[in-house]
Protein backbone atom coordinates (compact mmCIF):
# COMPACT_ATOMS: atom_id res chain seq x y z
CA UNK A 1 0.00 0.00 0.00
CA UNK A 2 2.86 2.26 0.79
CA UNK A 3 4.68 1.56 -2.59
CA UNK A 4 1.38 2.51 -4.47
CA UNK A 5 0.82 5.36 -2.27
CA UNK A 6 4.38 6.60 -3.44
CA UNK A 7 3.64 5.48 -6.85
CA UNK A 8 0.29 8.33 -6.91
CA UNK A 9 2.69 11.11 -6.23
CA UNK A 10 3.82 13.42 -8.88
CA UNK A 11 5.95 16.27 -9.18
CA UNK A 12 3.19 18.87 -10.05
CA UNK A 13 0.45 17.27 -7.25
CA UNK A 14 3.58 17.81 -4.46
CA UNK A 15 4.18 21.12 -5.42
CA UNK A 16 0.30 22.45 -5.28
CA UNK A 17 0.73 20.47 -1.89
CA UNK A 18 3.39 22.20 -1.10
CA UNK A 19 2.83 25.68 -2.05
CA UNK A 20 -0.82 25.44 -0.54
CA UNK A 21 0.60 24.36 2.81
CA UNK A 22 3.32 27.31 2.67
CA UNK A 23 0.46 29.77 1.93
CA UNK A 24 -1.80 28.81 4.76
CA UNK A 25 1.39 28.52 7.31
CA UNK A 26 1.86 32.81 6.37
CA UNK A 27 -1.69 33.38 7.00
CA UNK A 28 -1.36 31.56 10.22
CA UNK A 29 1.47 33.42 10.97
CA UNK A 30 0.74 36.77 10.10
CA UNK A 31 -2.69 35.68 13.15
CA UNK A 32 -5.62 36.47 10.67
CA UNK A 33 -6.08 32.76 10.08
CA UNK A 34 -8.43 30.43 10.21
CA UNK A 35 -9.94 33.15 12.64
CA UNK A 36 -11.20 35.76 10.26
CA UNK A 37 -13.02 33.16 8.89
CA UNK A 38 -14.86 32.88 11.84
CA UNK A 39 -18.53 34.80 12.76
CA UNK A 40 -17.28 38.05 13.36
CA UNK A 41 -18.40 40.57 16.06
CA UNK A 42 -18.92 44.04 15.89
CA UNK A 43 -17.66 46.78 17.88
CA UNK A 44 -21.03 47.24 20.03
CA UNK A 45 -20.62 43.82 21.39
CA UNK A 46 -16.79 44.56 22.05
CA UNK A 47 -17.73 47.81 24.06
CA UNK A 48 -20.83 45.63 25.66
CA UNK A 49 -18.38 42.24 26.73
CA UNK A 50 -14.89 43.53 26.10
CA UNK A 51 -11.98 41.73 24.04
CA UNK A 52 -10.63 38.55 24.04
CA UNK A 53 -7.88 37.13 21.81
CA UNK A 54 -8.90 35.68 18.62
CA UNK A 55 -12.12 37.52 18.07
CA UNK A 56 -12.75 38.43 14.81
CA UNK A 57 -13.99 41.68 14.95
CA UNK A 58 -15.81 43.02 11.81
CA UNK A 59 -17.65 46.62 11.46
CA UNK A 60 -17.46 50.47 12.69
CA UNK A 61 -15.58 51.61 15.75
CA UNK A 62 -16.65 54.76 16.77
CA UNK A 63 -14.79 55.62 19.63
CA UNK A 64 -11.21 56.89 19.89
CA UNK A 65 -8.52 57.82 22.52
CA UNK A 66 -5.94 59.54 20.24
CA UNK A 67 -2.41 57.69 18.84
CA UNK A 68 0.08 56.29 21.42
CA UNK A 69 2.16 54.77 18.60
CA UNK A 70 2.93 54.26 14.74
CA UNK A 71 4.23 52.04 12.40
CA UNK A 72 7.30 51.65 9.72
CA UNK A 73 8.59 49.56 7.07
CA UNK A 74 11.58 49.88 5.46
CA UNK A 75 14.05 47.38 2.90
CA UNK A 76 16.97 46.14 4.85
CA UNK A 77 19.98 45.89 2.44
CA UNK A 78 23.41 43.84 3.35
CA UNK A 79 25.06 47.43 4.37
CA UNK A 80 22.17 49.91 4.14
CA UNK A 81 18.87 50.53 4.37
CA UNK A 82 15.91 52.54 2.34
CA UNK A 83 13.91 55.41 4.31
CA UNK A 84 11.60 54.74 6.46
CA UNK A 85 7.91 54.80 5.53
CA UNK A 86 5.06 54.89 8.08
CA UNK A 87 2.34 52.31 6.98
CA UNK A 88 -0.23 53.38 10.21
CA UNK A 89 -0.84 54.31 13.78
CA UNK A 90 -1.99 52.23 16.53
CA UNK A 91 -5.20 54.07 18.41
CA UNK A 92 -6.26 53.32 21.84
CA UNK A 93 -10.03 52.45 21.54
CA UNK A 94 -12.28 52.18 24.49
CA UNK A 95 -13.66 47.91 25.03
CA UNK A 96 -16.22 46.79 27.76
CA UNK A 97 -17.05 49.01 30.55
CA UNK A 98 -14.08 50.84 31.60
CA UNK A 99 -11.38 48.82 29.44
CA UNK A 100 -8.67 49.86 26.85
CA UNK A 101 -7.62 48.16 24.19
CA UNK A 102 -5.62 49.34 20.67
CA UNK A 103 -6.68 48.63 16.95
CA UNK A 104 -4.07 49.43 13.82
CA UNK A 105 -5.45 51.96 11.49
CA UNK A 106 -4.06 52.06 8.19
CA UNK A 107 -2.93 55.43 6.65
CA UNK A 108 -5.56 55.56 4.59
CA UNK A 109 -8.11 55.89 7.49
CA UNK A 110 -5.46 58.47 9.65
CA UNK A 111 -7.53 60.95 8.49
CA UNK A 112 -10.78 59.79 9.85
CA UNK A 113 -9.54 58.25 12.86
CA UNK A 114 -8.51 62.02 14.18
CA UNK A 115 -11.31 63.50 13.11
CA UNK A 116 -12.95 60.62 15.34
CA UNK A 117 -10.72 61.26 18.07
CA UNK A 118 -11.59 64.78 18.68
CA UNK A 119 -15.11 63.84 18.39
CA UNK A 120 -14.94 61.31 21.54
CA UNK A 121 -13.20 64.12 23.42
CA UNK A 122 -15.46 66.37 22.77
CA UNK A 123 -18.45 64.19 23.64
CA UNK A 124 -16.30 62.92 27.11
CA UNK A 125 -16.89 67.06 27.56
CA UNK A 126 -20.20 66.61 27.25
CA UNK A 127 -20.58 67.57 23.51
CA UNK A 128 -22.64 65.27 20.64
CA UNK A 129 -21.92 61.83 20.24
CA UNK A 130 -19.27 60.60 17.62
CA UNK A 131 -20.95 60.62 14.23
CA UNK A 132 -17.90 59.78 12.43
CA UNK A 133 -17.09 55.98 11.96
CA UNK A 134 -14.04 54.43 10.88
CA UNK A 135 -14.28 50.56 9.23
CA UNK A 136 -12.54 47.85 10.42
CA UNK A 137 -12.07 43.96 9.93
CA UNK A 138 -9.54 41.68 11.51
CA UNK A 139 -8.43 40.01 14.76
CA UNK A 140 -7.72 40.51 18.70
CA UNK A 141 -3.97 39.31 18.71
CA UNK A 142 -1.63 39.79 21.89
CA UNK A 143 0.41 43.13 21.42
CA UNK A 144 4.12 41.39 22.93
CA UNK A 145 3.71 38.12 20.91
CA UNK A 146 2.84 39.32 17.67
CA UNK A 147 4.60 42.96 17.86
CA UNK A 148 7.51 43.37 20.20
CA UNK A 149 7.58 46.91 22.17
CA UNK A 150 3.84 47.90 21.47
CA UNK A 151 2.88 46.52 24.64
CA UNK A 152 5.74 49.00 26.53
CA UNK A 153 3.98 51.68 24.44
CA UNK A 154 0.44 51.09 25.34
CA UNK A 155 1.66 51.02 29.13
CA UNK A 156 3.07 54.17 28.75
CA UNK A 157 0.57 55.69 27.19
CA UNK A 158 -2.24 54.83 30.27
CA UNK A 159 0.75 56.16 32.39
CA UNK A 160 0.37 59.30 30.77
CA UNK A 161 -3.40 59.89 30.81
CA UNK A 162 -2.95 58.91 34.65
CA UNK A 163 -3.63 55.36 35.48
CA UNK A 164 -1.92 54.01 38.04
CA UNK A 165 -0.31 50.78 37.72
CA UNK A 166 -2.55 48.97 39.48
CA UNK A 167 -5.54 50.20 37.70
CA UNK A 168 -4.15 49.10 34.65
CA UNK A 169 -3.62 45.52 35.76
CA UNK A 170 -7.03 45.68 36.59
CA UNK A 171 -8.67 47.06 33.66
CA UNK A 172 -6.93 44.30 31.60
CA UNK A 173 -7.69 41.18 33.79
CA UNK A 174 -11.73 42.51 33.49
CA UNK A 175 -12.03 43.24 29.94
CA UNK A 176 -9.23 41.64 28.08
CA UNK A 177 -7.99 38.27 30.02
CA UNK A 178 -5.37 39.75 31.46
CA UNK A 179 -3.41 41.01 28.14
CA UNK A 180 -3.06 44.15 25.81
CA UNK A 181 -4.46 43.30 23.01
CA UNK A 182 -4.42 44.90 19.78
CA UNK A 183 -6.95 44.76 16.60
CA UNK A 184 -5.04 44.10 13.56
CA UNK A 185 -5.92 43.50 10.10
CA UNK A 186 -5.17 42.47 6.73
CA UNK A 187 -3.83 45.00 4.42
CA UNK A 188 -6.16 43.95 2.17
CA UNK A 189 -9.71 41.96 4.08
CA UNK A 190 -10.23 40.72 -0.06
CA UNK A 191 -6.86 39.77 -0.66
CA UNK A 192 -6.63 37.20 2.58
CA UNK A 193 -9.94 35.64 1.37
CA UNK A 194 -8.34 35.42 -2.28
CA UNK A 195 -4.96 34.05 -0.93
CA UNK A 196 -7.50 31.47 1.35
CA UNK A 197 -9.32 30.59 -1.36
CA UNK A 198 -6.33 29.97 -4.00
CA UNK A 199 -4.38 27.79 -0.83
CA UNK A 200 -7.47 25.62 -0.24
CA UNK A 201 -7.59 25.05 -4.79
CA UNK A 202 -4.06 23.70 -4.64
CA UNK A 203 -4.58 21.46 -1.61
CA UNK A 204 -8.06 20.11 -2.99
CA UNK A 205 -6.32 19.76 -7.15
CA UNK A 206 -3.34 18.39 -5.43
CA UNK A 207 -5.27 15.90 -3.06
CA UNK A 208 -7.71 14.68 -6.33
CA UNK A 209 -4.50 14.04 -8.19
CA UNK A 210 -3.19 11.64 -5.74
CA UNK A 211 -6.36 9.93 -5.29
CA UNK A 212 -6.92 9.54 -8.74
CA UNK A 213 -3.55 8.41 -9.56
CA UNK A 214 -3.65 5.73 -6.78
CA UNK A 215 -7.03 4.71 -8.12
CA UNK A 216 -5.42 4.15 -11.48
CA UNK A 217 -2.26 2.01 -9.36
CA UNK A 218 -4.99 -0.12 -7.34
CA UNK A 219 -6.18 -0.72 -11.05
CA UNK A 220 -3.19 -1.98 -12.57
CA UNK A 221 -2.06 -3.93 -9.59
CA UNK A 222 -5.33 -5.71 -9.52
CA UNK A 223 -4.99 -6.50 -13.55
CA UNK A 224 -1.43 -7.48 -13.12
CA UNK A 225 -2.53 -10.29 -9.85
CA UNK A 226 -5.78 -11.02 -12.07
CA UNK A 227 -3.06 -12.57 -15.19
CA UNK A 228 -0.47 -13.72 -12.80
CA UNK A 229 -3.03 -15.88 -11.61
CA UNK A 230 -4.56 -16.72 -14.96
CA UNK A 231 -1.33 -17.76 -16.29
CA UNK A 232 -1.02 -20.28 -13.51
CA UNK A 233 -3.93 -22.08 -14.79
CA UNK A 234 -2.33 -26.17 -15.85
CA UNK A 235 -0.91 -26.66 -18.79
CA UNK A 236 -0.94 -22.42 -19.11
CA UNK A 237 -3.34 -22.33 -21.50
CA UNK A 238 -5.28 -19.32 -20.78
CA UNK A 239 -9.31 -19.03 -21.36
CA UNK A 240 -10.41 -17.28 -24.65
CA UNK A 241 -14.39 -16.43 -25.89
CA UNK A 242 -15.00 -16.74 -29.56
CA UNK A 243 -17.32 -14.99 -31.21
CA UNK A 244 -18.83 -14.71 -34.81
CA UNK A 245 -20.94 -11.97 -36.34
CA UNK A 246 -23.36 -13.22 -39.00
CA UNK A 247 -24.02 -9.94 -41.90
CA UNK A 248 -27.19 -10.30 -43.57
CA UNK A 249 -27.32 -9.49 -47.51
CA UNK A 250 -29.71 -7.58 -48.94
Do not use: W
Request: aromatic content about 12%; some cysteine; overall charge negative.
Amino acid sequence: MIGRLLRSLSGFSLTLFVFGCIFIGAMVKVGDFPQILMPSKDYDYVMENGLTEGQHIKGEIFYSLGSFASEESYTQYENSRTASKTTGYYYMIPVGENGLAAVFIRKDDVAAMEKLTEETYNYLMGGDIPQTGVSFNGVAVKMEKNLAGLESAFREELEYMGYAEGEVEEMLATFSDGECLVLEGPADVSVMYVMMAIAFLMLLISILMIVRNYRKELAYDRMREGGQRMSDKPGGISETTQSTTYYINR
